[in-house]
């Protein structure tokens, strides 16, 4: 079947550095991608979404990037820092109208002071 | 505070047992969802109410069972509970009835079965 799936399960960083989470997708009628980040023992936090008729989308020192040609979602965040330690989880819709977000399992990301 | 409020935080109980699962929405979500995160594993859909009703469902054991109700909270029914139905249980709610707008997810309640 289809799914959400990660390239990495752990990614560590040094602090100031940039991160770049990857997800690849597979379900291309998905029209609707977020990134969650989720805390040791709290729930996962929205932090960007993107639509597919867009490519890039920044934030607060985060940005990310859609390539639907290839299927594939990133998460960039500039001058990672402690706070940034989690997992990092990204979700697509799938578009068939009632299906909910599917999600990936997840990229622990680990910073190093 | 997410404004989505899950209690208990933590469960403990005995295999064989059941136990109800509580989720408030954020005021304002009509839709709310339940997930399933075991350890080391992403969030596994189990169902979504929306306004009352039952909107979707996942890979939701015959022994689970939900419902929404009037005032749109929700509740989480597990039964004959096994060891293996130890796992975080987050709910999360929207607006709207379709995935096309984020989810606002609660804290989580943490089942242990022993």
């Known amino acids: 079947g289809e799914s959400v799936g990660l390239h990495l399960p752990t990614l560590s960083v040094q602090e100031g550095d940039n991160s770049i989470i990857n997800c690849a997708y597979s379900?291309?009628?998905?029209?609707?991608f977020i990134w969650y980040k989720q805390e040791s023992g709290k729930g996962p936090q929205f932090i960007i979404d993107?639509?597919?008729?867009?490519d890039k989308r920044q934030g607060q020192r985060v940005t990310v990037l859609l390539n639907k040609t290839v299927k594939h979602l990133s998460l960039q965040i500039a001058a990672t820092q402690p706070g940034d330690s989690a997992v990092y989880f990204c979700?697509?819709?799938?578009?068939?109208?009632?299906?909910?977000?599917?999600f990936g399992k997840g990229t622990r990301l680990s910073v190093i002071a | 505070d997410s404004g989505v409020t899950q209690t208990p935080k933590h469960l403990i109980t005995a295999t064989g047992q059941r136990v109800t699962l509580r989720c408030s929405p954020r005021?304002?979500?009509?839709?709310v969802y339940w997930y399933q995160q075991s350890l080391d594993q992403g969030l596994q859909f189990l169902i979504q109410?929306?306004?009352?009703?039952?909107?979707a469902k996942g890979n939701i054991l015959e022994r689970f069972s939900a419902q929404q109700f009037p005032d749109l909270h929700s509740e989480l029914n597990l039964s004959s509970l096994e060891l293996g139905d130890s796992a975080l249980y987050f709910c999360?709610?929207?607006?709207?009835?379709?995935?096309?707008?984020?989810?606002?997810f609660g804290s989580g309640t943490r089942l242990t079965v022993v």
């Open positions: 999360a709610s929207s607006v709207r009835g379709a995935a096309d707008y984020g989810y606002t």
């Open positions: 379900n291309s009628a998905s029209d609707y």
């Open positions: 993107i639509r597919s008729n867009m």
């Open positions: 979700a697509e819709n799938g578009n068939s109208g009632n299906t909910p977000l599917v």
């Open positions: 005021s304002g979500d009509l839709s």
């Open positions: 109410y929306y306004n009352g009703e039952e909107r």
